[in-house]
Nanobody, 124 residues
């Protein structure tokens, strides 16, 4: 069973930057495809970014492309989400997710393991 623990959420001003981290345990991290999703109150959870198990491939939602970078350090069993030029609409809860399939996946149903979701609040 893979366990994911996120950190790095908090309050940031619009235009600022934030880096989220997600530490994995209980599995072979380098075999996992990883993704980040987010969910605002009253809305569906949506895809943000994904990275393949090697880190060689990444994919981003159009809404964050150019402002967000997903990366991973397999030696530290950690995946990161660097967010820049934050907007108020970037505020929701962010969830780290893992799939044993190893590739790039944008649909929630492909991910079997989820973190608890750190809150990001962007103030204007």
């Amino acid at each position: 069973q893979v366990q994911l623990v996120e950190s790095g959420g908090g309050l940031v001003q619009a235009g600022g930057s934030l880096r989220l981290s997600c530490a994995a345990s209980g599995g072979t991290f380098s075999s996992l495809g990883m993704g980040w999703f987010r969910q605002a109150p009253g809305k569906d959870r949506e895809f943000v970014a994904a990275i393949s198990r090697s880190g060689g491939s990444t994919y981003y939602a159009d809404s964050v492309k150019g402002r967000v970078t997903i990366s991973r350090d397999n030696a530290k069993n950690t995946v990161y989400l660097q967010m820049n030029s934050l907007k108020p609409e970037d505020t929701p809860v962010y969830y780290c997710a893992a799939t044993r399939k190893g590739g790039i996946y944008i649909y929630i149903s492909w991910y079997a393991f989820w973190g608890q979701g750190p809150q990001v609040t962007v103030s204007t």
